[in-house]
């Protein structure tokens, strides 16, 4: 009488068919023989290895559920067994094309792997990991999965990027995970949440502060604290610390989005950050529509055209109501402006009250330029002197001029110098 050992010899000697049917056969006359069982179980893993590449995501979800129906009662006693099927779950994930099925293969394979024993950390559990973020960018259950996984399990090696072959950087593994956690929490925010997400991403950035994007989430994160008043007083001193970041302007910018004026003065903050053009389209948009409605028709008019320049040497589509805007604009009888270098200036002193408003000022008169590098050199009092670079501060700087300083006191080999925080002209004396 044929048995489970039976069923085995099929299946090592790559009789597939054979072994199924037998297993099959036998599962009928004895559905809860564990013996069966698992010998079925492997012939399903074999099967299942077999559509994981380049099956459709039907077969592969059949043989995955039918996998999983029979393991659901003992998966702690067959952990060998699931990890291998996981496995072929994270090819089957990066193989996945974007289909109306893969929110179903991330869903069915999520419903067995929490019920399943899974080391953490390992290379299959980052493994996992990895093929979730892949296959689900869009997928409606990511924020669940990621909060299941836990952030805490990532290994070292999680934390390197990588290049491709062509010499591309990758980013890490953890810095998509945080990413994509960060999204999630931003969509579903709860305080408790928002508290531990800024906590661990600001000893992310401490740890890596070679990750471009966590701190613009951390900054996020901030601003979904709680009141405007409230969420800048957190954001403070993040702000303070990247303030050379243009997209930190732009979020700074929806904070004050019912205060033109404060808006208007972030948004050129964000479009005076060294930055290539193309990142800054958006914020260059966003600062010509609230120029136009404070009637400053010729800087928004400039504005919109350099967006549309950057887009155009980028390659990219110029949508038609930019277009339509610079007709607008110019049916007011608006004039291109060689810059917005003087608009920039102008808004300059209160972006920087926004940033120092909480320190005192005190008033320096200008006594020496160097023109050639754009510096002025000031004095307080005898004790307190020091340097600024004035070309984005004021169109023309002289001797005698004074200025109000927000300064901060450092220690050097030489001694105490002083770092101006904020600058800008004034009438005082």
Request: proline share 4%; glycine share 4%.
């Given at each position: 009488?044929?048995?489970?050992?039976?069923?085995?010899?099929?299946?090592?000697?790559?009789?597939?068919?054979?072994?199924?049917?037998?297993?099959?056969?036998?599962?009928?006359?004895?559905?809860?023989?564990?013996?069966?069982?698992?010998?079925?179980?492997?012939?399903?893993?074999?099967?299942?290895?077999?559509?994981?590449?380049?099956?459709?995501?039907?077969?592969?979800?059949?043989?995955?559920?039918?996998?999983?129906?029979?393991?659901?009662?003992?998966?702690?006693?067959?952990?060998?067994?699931?990890?291998?099927?996981?496995?072929?779950?994270?090819?089957?994930?990066?193989?996945?094309?974007?289909?109306?099925?893969?929110?179903?293969?991330?869903?069915?394979?999520?419903?067995?792997?929490?019920?399943?024993?899974?080391?953490?950390?390992?290379?299959?559990?980052?493994?996992?990991?990895?093929?979730?973020?892949?296959?689900?960018?869009?997928?409606?259950?990511?924020?669940?999965?990621?909060?299941?996984?836990?952030?805490?399990?990532?290994?070292?090696?999680?934390?390197?990027?990588?290049?491709?072959?062509?010499?591309?950087?990758?980013?890490?593994?953890?810095?998509?995970?945080?990413?994509?956690?960060?999204?999630?929490?931003?969509?579903?925010?709860?305080?408790?949440?928002?508290?531990?997400?800024?906590?661990?991403?600001?000893?992310?950035?401490?740890?890596?502060?070679?990750?471009?994007?966590?701190?613009?989430?951390?900054?996020?994160?901030?601003?979904?604290?709680?009141?405007?008043?409230?969420?800048?007083?957190?954001?403070?001193?993040?702000?303070?610390?990247?303030?050379?970041?243009?997209?930190?302007?732009?979020?700074?910018?929806?904070?004050?989005?019912?205060?033109?004026?404060?808006?208007?003065?972030?948004?050129?903050?964000?479009?005076?950050?060294?930055?290539?053009?193309?990142?800054?389209?958006?914020?260059?948009?966003?600062?010509?529509?609230?120029?136009?409605?404070?009637?400053?028709?010729?800087?928004?008019?400039?504005?919109?055209?350099?967006?549309?320049?950057?887009?155009?040497?980028?390659?990219?589509?110029?949508?038609?109501?930019?277009?339509?805007?610079?007709?607008?604009?110019?049916?007011?009888?608006?004039?291109?402006?060689?810059?917005?270098?003087?608009?920039?200036?102008?808004?300059?002193?209160?972006?920087e009250d926004l940033l120092y408003g909480d320190m005192p000022e005190q008033i320096g008169v200008i006594t020496f330029l160097n023109t050639e590098k754009k510096v002025a050199h000031f004095m307080v009092n005898k004790a307190i002197t020091g340097h600024f670079n004035?070309?984005?501060?004021?169109?023309?700087?002289?001797?005698?001029?004074?200025?109000?300083?927000?300064?901060?006191?450092?220690?050097?080999?030489?001694?105490?110098?002083?770092?101006?925080?904020?600058?800008?002209?004034?009438?005082?004396?």
């Amino acid at each position: 009488m044929p048995t489970a050992k039976d069923i085995t010899t099929f299946r090592k000697a790559g009789q597939l068919t054979e072994a199924f049917d037998l297993a099959t056969e036998l599962l009928s006359a004895e559905p809860d023989n564990i013996w069966i069982k698992r010998a079925m179980g492997w012939v399903r893993y074999e099967r299942l290895k077999v559509v994981a590449k380049n099956g459709s995501p039907d077969a592969f979800l059949a043989e995955w559920s039918a996998l999983s129906a029979l393991v659901a009662n003992n998966p702690a006693d067959e952990t060998m067994l699931t990890n291998q099927a996981i496995w072929q779950a994270v090819s089957h994930l990066f193989a996945l094309s974007e289909s109306g099925k893969v929110a179903e293969v991330l869903n069915t394979v999520f419903a067995s792997v929490q019920q399943w024993p899974v080391v953490r950390p390992s290379d299959l559990y980052s493994a996992l990991l990895k093929a979730f973020l892949k296959a689900g960018k869009t997928w409606a259950g990511l924020g669940n999965f990621l909060t299941w996984w836990q952030l805490g399990n990532l290994r070292s090696e999680d934390y390197l990027s990588s290049l491709t072959n062509e010499g591309k950087k990758l980013m890490s593994l953890a810095e998509q995970a945080y990413i994509a956690y960060a999204k999630h929490v931003l969509l579903h925010p709860t305080p408790e949440t928002i508290r531990a997400l800024i906590a661990d991403l600001e000893v992310l950035h401490t740890q890596h502060p070679e990750y471009q994007y966590p701190p613009y989430y951390q900054a996020k994160l901030l601003v979904a604290t709680g009141s405007k008043e409230e969420a800048m007083t957190a954001l403070l001193p993040f702000a303070r610390r990247r303030q050379s970041e243009f997209w930190l302007w732009d979020l700074l910018a929806e904070l004050y989005d019912d205060e033109p004026e404060k808006a208007i003065a972030c948004l050129c903050r964000a479009v005076s950050c060294r930055s290539e053009e193309k990142f800054l389209v958006k914020a260059r948009v966003n600062l010509a529509r609230k120029l136009n409605a404070a009637g400053q028709l010729n800087e928004a008019l400039t504005e919109l055209t350099l967006a549309i320049k950057a887009r155009q040497a980028e390659g990219w589509r110029v949508a038609e109501n930019l277009t339509a805007g610079v007709d607008k604009l110019t049916k007011k009888r608006a004039n291109l402006l060689a810059d917005n270098k003087p608009l920039y200036r102008r808004y300059y002193p209160m972006t920087e009250d926004l940033l120092y408003g909480d320190m005192p000022e005190q008033i320096g008169v200008i006594t020496f330029l160097n023109t050639e590098k754009k510096v002025a050199h000031f004095m307080v009092n005898k004790a307190i002197t020091g340097h600024f670079n004035y070309d984005r501060i004021m169109a023309r700087a002289q001797p005698g001029d004074a200025v109000a300083l927000r300064l901060e006191e450092r220690m050097g080999k030489d001694g105490k110098f002083w770092i101006p925080l904020s600058i800008k002209p004034t009438s005082q004396v």
